[in-house]
């Protein structure tokens, strides 16, 4: 079954399950070991629907002890393990290829401790990112990063993706906000990195190993996590623009006149927008225009960051850069609008079949891809649609069939990969490799960075058991 899914791959040479591995589970997760096939589905199944494994179990762990346990036995027993957190991941990471083991965080929901001084949160890996957001707005806190799949995914695969979103504009990135992490290696040992300090230059940074290693290298069991005060004041605009030059120029002068207040430079074009009006039935709340623009604002004085976002529109509008705009009024307004941008992924699933790509680029050449590869695929797909976090310059690029058409496919790959190669650009800005990009890995590291990074592999995991498969190329 499964050479035939995947020609290109074949499954290592791993143990499989016997009844003693199941009596060894189910002792020491008792109620907590998932085999009915029923239940199986949604573990195997990836969020685009793209990727489906065979796996027979899902363990459902607790504690960190209890990972261990899992870990250090799967290591004995050559048993091959995917670690599995809200299953939102983009490029086929979260799911098993073959049979491997599912170990879910699901259960991992506990939070440790808050200093709301400082701002650190320390939680296990499976609290969900809109859960612990919530948690800390009530005590006028906030996490550091958002995402369309707040509601699903956990803190955990967000650390293990080095996933950036909505604000990392703002906030930065994982790699700064993490202050410590709590892992397991193949082997069942625990690595402490729990630190809570903002500080803390003594030898090397390994926590920083486990953000975006997308469970390679350890399962990660718990977190500390800096976080921002929650802003008092938060405005929404969204701009309509005539081409991306003046997408640039918007991005520019918010930049210089929104300055510390801003916290979100979002675009999406004209083809996003049909997307979303005819696939879930969203209004465009301004006329049609090539491509929108959303602006957030997060300050601390309400009246202050209106005044400073109209004089900001004013001068847009009148130097004729931005055509036509709207001002969220109210929270509704606010989350509306927020809809548009944030709802695009999944307005493309029911289209059939989406192509997905995830690329940084040079800022002047973000749209210049996109216009090129929509002459390149003329009328032979549905649609070619482009948006993204424009302040970051990061482009999701993104094309639908009504099913798997592999021509389509052979027009797009390698074709983008080695376009973005050229400029200097990654193949993969955010959603990591995992099965799906593994081998594009190339395309955007030296020959000798990814051999260093096969010897890292084989330091933490001698017998390749942790998300065999994936990011690490052939
Ligand atoms: P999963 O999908 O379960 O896993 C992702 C990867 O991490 C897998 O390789 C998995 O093995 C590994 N993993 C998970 N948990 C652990 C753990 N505890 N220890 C070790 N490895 C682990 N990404 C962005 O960067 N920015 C976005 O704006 C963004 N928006 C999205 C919007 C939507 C609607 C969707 C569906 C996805 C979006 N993503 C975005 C993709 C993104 O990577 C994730 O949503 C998120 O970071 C994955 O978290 P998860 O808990 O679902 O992880
Ligand atoms: C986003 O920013 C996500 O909305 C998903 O990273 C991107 O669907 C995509 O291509
Ligand atoms: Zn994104």
Redesign the pocket.
């Known amino acids: 079954l499964t050479s035939v899914r995947y020609p290109h791959v074949q499954r290592g040479k791993y143990a499989t399950l016997t009844e003693k591995d199941v009596d060894f589970f189910q002792k020491l997760l008792p109620q907590r070991v998932l085999q009915d096939p029923s239940e199986l589905d949604g573990y195997n199944i990836?969020?685009?629907r793209t990727v489906r494994g065979n796996s027979q179990m899902v363990l459902r762990p607790k504690t960190t002890s209890e990972v261990a346990e899992i870990l250090k036995y799967c290591n004995e027993r050559h048993l091959a393990v995917?670690?599995?957190?809200?299953?939102?991941?983009?490029?086929g990471?979260?799911v098993p290829v073959f049979d491997e083991i599912v170990i879910s965080?699901q259960l991992?929901n506990q939070i440790i401790s808050l200093d709301e001084v400082s701002g650190i949160i320390v939680c296990q890996?499976?609290c969900v990112l809109e859960t612990l957001d919530n948690y800390l707005a009530e005590r006028e806190l906030m996490m550091p990063l958002d995402?369309?799949?707040k509601g699903?995914?956990?803190?955990?695969?967000?650390?293990?993706?080095?996933?950036?979103?909505?604000r990392l504009l703002r906030y930065g990135s994982l790699h700064g906000s993490v202050l410590g992490v709590e892992?397991v290696l193949a082997s069942g040992e625990i690595v402490d990195c729990l630190s809570s300090l903002r500080k803390d230059n003594t030898g090397y940074d390994l926590k920083q190993l486990?953000i975006g290693?997308?469970?390679?290298l350890?399962?990660?069991?718990s977190v500390s996590i800096l976080c921002p005060r929650r802003p008092k004041a938060v405005n929404v605009a969204f701009l309509g623009v005539e081409n991306f030059e003046a997408a640039l120029q918007t991005f520019q002068l918010c930049k210089g006149m929104l300055a510390e207040i801003l916290s979100a430079c979002e675009f999406m074009d004209q083809e996003s927008m049909q997307c979303i009006q005819e696939n879930l039935k969203l209004t465009n709340p301004i006329k049609s225009y090539p491509l929108y623009i959303l602006i957030e604002t997060s300050g601390s004085h309400g009246s202050h960051d209106e005044e400073k976002l109209n004089v900001f529109l004013e001068a847009a509008m009148g130097k004729g850069i931005v055509q036509d705009g709207t001002i969220a009024m109210d929270v509704t307004q606010r989350q509306n609008i927020w809809g548009l941008r944030?709802?695009i992924?999944?307005g493309l699933l029911h289209d059939g079949y989406n192509y997905k790509y995830d690329i940084s680029l040079p800022l002047p050449k973000l749209y210049e891809i996109v216009e090129d590869m929509r002459q390149r695929l003329g009328s032979k797909v549905t649609r070619v649609v482009s948006y993204g976090?424009l302040g970051d310059g990061n482009l999701h690029f993104n094309v639908t069939t009504p099913e798997y058409d592999k021509e389509v496919l052979g027009l797009i790959e390698p074709y983008i990969y080695e376009w973005t190669s050229q400029v200097r650009g990654s193949v993969s800005a955010?959603?990591?490799l995992?099965f799906k990009k593994r081998d594009c890995i190339r395309y955007s590291k030296e020959p000798n960075a990814v051999k260093m990074m096969v010897k890292m592999k084989k330091l933490f995991d001698p017998n390749g058991i942790l998300?065999p498969y994936?990011?690490i190329p052939l």
């Open positions: 990836d969020w685009m995917v670690p599995q957190g809200g299953n939102t991941g983009l490029v990471g979260s965080t991992m890996s499976g995402l369309g799949a699903s995914c956990h803190i955990g695969g967000n650390v293990s993706t080095n996933a950036g979103g909505l892992a486990f290693s997308e469970g390679t350890g399962m990660v069991t944030e709802r992924a999944e976090h955010e959603h990591g995992g998300n994936k990011t």
